[in-house]
């Protein structure tokens, strides 16, 4: 039974990490050894692919725009959504469960439904091609997945807390920050970890609304066709940096994602 379970578990794993090799193995090669056959190994390895990417403004620059509205998005989502997660945690009011719906809703809906809004808003108020512009279109649908978390770590947390600081004579934010927030570190984690990677990852809105200034690494590697075709070599090295800022969120938080799978608040 054990071996039987090591097998399993091997080509579990197999499965899982042989499209990040192969995206690997197509990095360190030429385009020439790419397109003349399969090859499990580089016969001629080579870094120019990552040379490429490092030294070409077109490709290094969409990196630091992808990180510059991701980290924005991040920030202003969760700005958001910790207030409206803790007003939906601790208050009743009239339409509560409603509104709560209704920002859900919201997160349900491809990007597509609001790429062409978006794109005439900006355009006329001067926001086209801009970082905060991408940044604030994400917030559309990491804000109600944030609260959604947030809401069920908060309600975890018993009012008692609340009343007991108020009696000390912390200040609503002073309590919030200083107490209210330590104890909810879980819930952010993984709200933050959600931002972050649907903002990484989305598409459609972060190249509708870019042009130049802020294109982000996604639309960059989508515009890679050139006279000669294809480069595949630098498109796959391309897609391994993507990679690495996913995979150091996951690893600084995974201690917070698992935390919330075994509260069951994710």
């Known amino acids: 039974m054990p071996n039987r379970k090591a097998i399993v578990m091997g080509l579990y794993l197999l499965f899982l ?9 197509m990095s360190l090669k030429t385009n020439a050894e790419i397109l003349g056959g399969l090859t499990f190994f580089p016969e001629n390895l080579t870094f ?3 040379v490429t990417i490092l030294t070409d403004p077109s490709w290094y620059s969409g990196y630091i725009n992808s990180i510059i509205y991701v980290t924005l998005n991040t920030i202003i989502s969760l700005t958001v959504a910790l207030p409206a997660a803790y007003a939906f945690s601790r208050y009743n009011f009239l ?6 719906f209704w920002l859900l809703t919201n997160r349900m809906a491809p990007p597509a439904v609001f790429a062409l809004p978006f794109f005439q808003l900006y355009g006329s108020i001067g926001l086209f091609d801009t970082h905060i512009a991408v940044a604030l279109a994400h917030t559309l649908f990491n804000v ?13 947390v018993p009012k008692e807390i609340d009343e007991t600081a108020y009696i000390d004579g912390y ?11 330590p104890l909810i570190a879980s819930g952010i984690g993984v709200a933050a970890f959600f931002c972050f990677m649907f903002s990484w990852v989305e598409l459609l809105l972060s190249r509708t609304l870019t042009a130049t200034e802020a294109k982000p690494i996604a ?3 989508t515009r890679t066709i050139g006279a000669a075709g294809v480069d595949w070599g630098v498109l796959a090295a391309a897609g391994v ?8 969120v996951i690893y600084f938080v995974r201690n917070y994602i698992a935390k919330g799978f075994a509260l069951g608040r994710v």
């Open 17 to 25: 990490f042989l499209p990040i090799y192969w995206l690997i193995n």
């Open 48 to 50: 120019a692919n990552y």
């Open 95 to 100: 339409g509560d469960k409603h509104l709560f």
């Open 144 to 156: 109600p997945l944030a609260v959604w978390i947030l809401e069920g770590f908060m309600r975890g």
């Open 171 to 181: 200040s609503f934010p002073k309590f919030f920050v200083k107490i209210f927030m």
């Open 219 to 221: 639309a960059t590697m």
């Open 241 to 248: 940096l993507t990679i690495i800022p996913g995979a150091l």
